[in-house]
DNA sequence: TTGAAAGCGCTAACAT
DNA sequence: ATGTTAGCGCTTTCAA
């Protein structure tokens, strides 16, 4: 009874069964609920399996089932801003199934996703989520014919038989611009970043169909970096006599709002008295830091990270997905648009 | 030869040997380069092997080998921003190694946690990196006696068996000071984070130290939260009529020292002409967005994680390490302590 | 130099 | 109701 006297080793099956006094097989049927069995003698070895600790070998039943019950996650921004929320997501769903999932970072580097994708399979992972790879469609790891599912999220792909997950940057736009005409705003300028973005023209299109739904006419849209410098400057090039000056500004995410903030303030211009700010991505430091503190859309990342975990966990059970699904984008409203 | 023809299962050494037309067993020995083999028959193997577009499944070698070539990391930020850059360098160095690096987020939640552990130890990981638990030695769960190598990296840990990877705080905070005093300021002030944080103690032992190796004297260090708006109350606490007035700002973090630097630009004193500021993480969006560009200390946290990887693949491998060990930091100047 | 055979830990079909 | 057996894909003695 003396623990040193325990074997280094994980016990096995093996062991339960020669503690507990029945054949192997018994064991994997006490264990499994799976077969007929007397009561008392599932008892009896699940008493002894606790008591031994034993834990039952996956990979060993990998073996068998030819499922791993654990998948790849390839992100091509190095694990930041976007893929974080979307991993706890998909992580949030998955564990509680018992599916693991391996980290894995391309950088969109061809060569390297390869050869993850090649470590992956050799690890016989159930599936594949790729995510981040947002801004152009560069040439890609052909993940097609693989044999296990793919998901993309936050990322296009030309892949027919794969499902793509995406926030709805289109609609989030309407919200956003539907929220700065419900406050009363009609001159509102859109200042948001490079026009090789997909959703750079996606938000556009947004805000222009949500001006189109009343009498309100669309200024001309200012594209430039995601920076807050180039906020400051897209302040500065709308503001002044005989400028625009409009009376709301719909950003094209929160770094560029929050230097337009900056910019308005230093301008003596009052926010949102004189101007409402609506950002994007509802990064919550820059969102609060933001003086005032920030209106902006949330992608719902960690949604569309958890929905991704759902479906891979369906396909992974044999129903098949693909296609491509937008998720909603919600308001988040803080004082860049209130409380005047 | 139509690809249509090939079977929709993955190849295994089976196939390879009946195409070969050699014995499973010579084709293990073939591919593995073990034991003793015609050169021909290797090369053939090969070949069909390459043909056959064969991978090796790793878990039945695991279930052999008894290392599954994976390793949990448990993540108690929900994949922060402190973790991402652990994150990256842990797995930059151990997937050329063949290491799968499953991901756990804990949240500090220590049921979560023992419910990772007892998955990741039923996928028979190799060892665990446990990430970002910083502030307060809060009860965690037990990973002594798992039987594997335990890492906990920008985290501390009360488990005499494990290796701890730390950034050297007080080396750093030194690094930032000594900056201070070499381009000339004498009266330094210390804004900092709340007090229950260990770093924040080295922190101010770091500055202290530095600023005795030279005829300064301290001011009184401001502790407060973590974020820009504290910076900024900061400044109003010590500029003006009457005030402390430094000539330089040594900032717990970047978002204190972003906040200073606005502040400060407000009240119409130049950064870094009249005020040189130092800020601490290095975040890279913070430090660049701030006005002027931000110097700081970067804790090299991809470093920190690099090197959990080289010593996670390390101890698998046999070798014992244990106890505490601080990684430098490294200060990155930009223009808040520049330019006059 | 190669092949046959015995496992690694587990499941599932088949006997008893 | 329980035990026996035949694998899952691979490695590794041990014979041939």
Redesign the interface.
Known sequence: MNPRDLP?T?PTIRDVAREAGVSIGTVSKALNKTGAIAPETRARVIEVAERLQF??????K??HSGL???IG?ISND???RFT??I??GL??VL?PQ?I??????ATDDPAREA??V???????IDGIVVTARRSDRRPSVHLEGL?IPVIYVFSHSDDPGALTLLPDDKGGAELAVSHLLQIGRRRIAHVTGPEHFEAVHLRRKGYLDALSTVDASPLPTLNGKW???WGRDAVAQLYGPGKTNPDALFCGND?IAR?AA?ALRELGRLVPDDVAIVGFDNWA?MAE?CRPALTSIDMNLAGLGAEAGRCMAAMIGGQPEHGQRLLPCTLITRASTLGY
């Open positions: 280094r994980a834990r039952p070998n996956t990979l060993a990998s073996l791993s019950g654990s996650l190095s694990f930041g974080m929320p991993m706890e992580e949030r564990a018992g693991g999932v391996f980290m894995c970072n050869a993850h090649e470590q992956l399979m050799a690890k016989q044999g920076t807050e410098a770094l230097g900056d430091v830091a």
